[in-house]
């Protein structure tokens, strides 16, 4: 089921905020989480709105990724509330969102997700200095740039790598999937793409869009992904070419401090109690005394690659390369550069897509009698 929402002018961000508006208005849905403008703050960050008036304060298309909101969700649909809460969130959050459901972090029963075409974000450094050197509404620039497929920034500025290298940047896993592509139509084309997406939108009273609104939204994705294909295939490789022997990747973690922000960035680092934050790297005195003498010397803090590995194990089947994890690192190190590229060679062995389907259980989930006999024999 397609509709069409009108667009004004070009005004995308706009016409999300009507939609936006449409859905609060029905009788079963009591608030919209959305990325929401706020008084004094520089960055955009994760809000809730329960008062329509309130809805245009809320800047959906803003190059401004300051986390991935669906810890929040997590914690906003724990329990039920007996109303619907409305979750515009971008891709990569909804994918993660029906991760952390999946692995029953959150509840999806009464959420309804709303997603939009993705032109990425900056880094949260790069976010302050871009709204500080264009001159009007950064969201809006953002998205004349996007429109005029001029995105050239400000010079040492560029989008975050995750976003570059960023594939899935369409809504395809949302409930109600909004093509905020289709700039050149006059209209967005709003797709139910679930059962849940079907019966709210069939409310919305929309008219329904012909094939042409999405033809057009078809040409400008199909260009950007392929510009995201090359930049992430040149990752990967650069990346790979950067960890291939034990050696190298412990000099790609050398300037690590071992703080965990990219862990606590992370939706996918699911663990209620992370094994690094409890007593079991508490290590004795004098086993470092120990380790110091046998060695000459040791580097400090201790189990730096050991911490990546374990969070590789646990969640590469699961990342949804949102980049966080490198936005928290404070010494600039190329953590979704190395995570998104193991990630999708495990995703691939697996013949799995994290986030794609609340249906689809993740691999570590499933006990299969015979799997990879090349390895287990
Ligand atoms: S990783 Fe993809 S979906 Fe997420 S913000 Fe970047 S472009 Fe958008
Ligand atoms: S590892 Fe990094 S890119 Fe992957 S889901 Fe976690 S924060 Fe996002
Ligand atoms: S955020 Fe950076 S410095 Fe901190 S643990 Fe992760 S990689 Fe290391």
């Known amino acids: ?51 329509p008036e309130r809805i245009e304060a809320i800047d959906p298309v803003s190059p401004c990724f300051p986390l991935n909101a669906a810890q929040l969700l997590s914690k906003l649909a724990r329990k039920p509330t007996g109303a619907f809460l409305v979750a515009c969130l971008r891709p990569c959050e909804i994918r993660a969102a029906i991760e952390r459901a999946k692995l029953h972090q959150g509840s999806l029963e009464e959420v309804i997700l709303v997603g939009m075409d993705c032109g990425g974000a900056f880094s949260n450094r790069d976010y302050q200095t871009f709204s500080g050197t264009v001159s009007g509404d950064p969201a809006e620039a953002f998205c004349q740039a996007i429109q005029a497929d001029e995105l050239r920034f400000p010079e040492g500025l560029s989008l975050a790598s995750a976003c570059q290298a960023c594939t899935a940047f369409t809504p395809d896993a949302a409930d109600i999937a909004l093509g905020t592509f289709a700039w050149e139509s006059g209209f967005l084309p709003v797709e139910a793409r679930t059962e849940k997406g079907r019966r709210f939108l069939e409310r919305l009273h929309l008219e329904n869009a012909g094939m042409e609104v999405c033809e057009k939204r078809n040409v400008v994705v199909s260009d950007i992904r392929d ?43 699911y663990c209620r109690e992370c094994v690094f934050m409890t007593d079991v790297f508490d290590h004795e005195p004098l086993q470092y005394r120990n380790w110091s003498r046998k060695s000459g010397a040791i580097r400090l803090p201790r189990d730096v690659l050991f911490f990546h590995l374990t969070r590789l194990v646990h969640m590469s089947t699961g990342c949804v390369g949102c980049g966080q994890c490198s936005n928290a690192c404070p010494n600039d190190i190329g953590v979704t550069e190395l995570f998104c590229t193991i990630a999708a060679g495990s995703q691939q062995a697996f013949g799995y897509f994290s986030g794609r389907s609340i249906d689809e259980p993740p691999p570590m989930t499933v006990f299969e009698t015979s799997e990879f006999p090349e390895v287990v024999g």
């Open 1 to 51: 089921m397609i509709r069409k929402l009108p667009l004004e002018k070009g005004n995308v961000p706009g016409a999300v905020r009507n939609l936006l508006r449409l859905l609060l208005a029905l009788d079963d849905v009591d608030a919209v989480m959305a990325p929401l403008r706020t008084p004094g703050a520089r960055m955009i960050m994760p809000g809730m709105v329960s008062d």
């Open 227 to 269: 510009r995201r294909i090359a930049f992430r295939d040149a990752m990967f490789e650069k990346t790979r070419a950067a960890v291939d022997s034990p050696e190298k990747l412990a000099a790609y973690f050398s300037n690590c401090v071992l703080c965990t922000n990219c862990r606590v960035a992370c939706p996918i680092c």
